[in-house]
């Protein structure tokens, strides 16, 4: 499933005849005292252009690739697997059991840095 030309003009015209059902409603609600509910010819013509830029999209956007989980962790070691930088925890609760701990050297530090 290639990008053609044909592809590409029928995205276009469709974008274009999309705009113009855009602006038709528009003036016609502006243009009418009670505006209740759009003519049937601006909607079959909104859906119409929808649907052609739909499916020159679907043409132009190219295949899918497959997503490999495997090709990424088969160069990974089961040491790398396990290290998780996220988890990394510097500032914990476990630093006031230690006995060399000083409360006021923790504010003193960020200061100097």
């Not at 759009?38 to 899918?64: E, P, T, W």
């Amino acid at each position: 499933m290639g990008s053609t030309g044909f592809h590409k003009v029928v995205f276009i015209i469709g974008i274009c005849f999309l705009v113009h059902a855009a602006v038709s409603a528009a003036q016609r609600k502006l243009t009418e005292q009670e505006f209740t509910s759009l003519s049937l010819d601006i909607v079959v013509q909104g859906i119409l252009s929808l649907i052609a830029c739909m499916y020159a999209i679907i043409y132009m956007a190219g295949d899918l690739k497959e997503i490999r989980a495997t090709e990424e962790l088969e160069n990974k070691s089961w040491e790398t697997l396990r290290n998780i930088p996220s988890y990394y925890i510097f500032s914990h609760r476990g630093r006031t059991l230690s006995p060399a701990y000083d409360p006021t050297s923790v504010g003193k530090s960020l200061i100097d840095e």
